[in-house]
């Protein structure tokens, strides 16, 4: 780790051997785990939950109420929701996200909350998840449905 991140705020986290924390980042109450890379322009909130050796990529959102499982890869620029229905003033009500092993997200999706990302599973960059993607599936677009992977022949 960065031992004297930059113009950065590390405010009572938990972060696991190895892990890498690079510049402009506000972490809050949260856990990173060991050999975990979190890029620049990352802001994490209070009790998230991030595994091993994840890669969290520049200008990602993830705020209170997302779980994230070993060796998943989260793109540049996605943004985590936990509230359906969001407001200035009132009560709100956290609906907790979990990201499952070995998933991926592509650059720019957005994850509504409630959401469970499956073990292997990949979401498309610029997806907007509106349902549980299921383990080893391939979702993309607007709303996210499944999709079918090429594979060279």
């Known amino acids: 780790m960065n031992e004297n991140p930059s ?3 590390l405010h ?3 972060i696991g051997e190895d892990a890498t924390i690079h510049d402009h980042v506000n972490l809050f109450g949260c856990k990173i785990g060991a050999g975990t890379k979190i890029d620049a322009f990352v802001y994490i909130e209070e009790d998230v939950s991030i595994g091993k050796n994840c890669i969290v990529r520049p200008f990602t959102f993830i705020p209170t109420g997302v779980d994230i499982a070993d ?3 989260i793109g ?8 359906r229905y969001p407001m200035v003033d009132g ?5 907790p996200t979990i990201v499952r092993t070995r998933a ?3 650059a720019g999706a957005v994850i509504n909350p409630g959401i469970e990302i499956g073990e292997e599973s990949l979401v498309g960059a610029g997806s907007v998840v509106t ?3 299921p383990s080893h599936t391939t979702v993309a677009g607007n ?9 060279s022949e």
């Open 7 to 9: 113009y950065a705020v």
């Open 12 to 14: 009572d986290v938990v």
């Open 71 to 73: 060796e998943v890869f």
């Open 76 to 83: 540049p620029g996605v943004n985590f929701t936990n509230d």
């Open 91 to 95: 009560d709100w009500e956290l609906e």
């Open 104 to 106: 991926a997200i592509g």
């Open 131 to 133: 349902k549980d993607v």
């Open 143 to 151: 709303p996210a449905d499944p999709i079918t992977r090429k594979t």
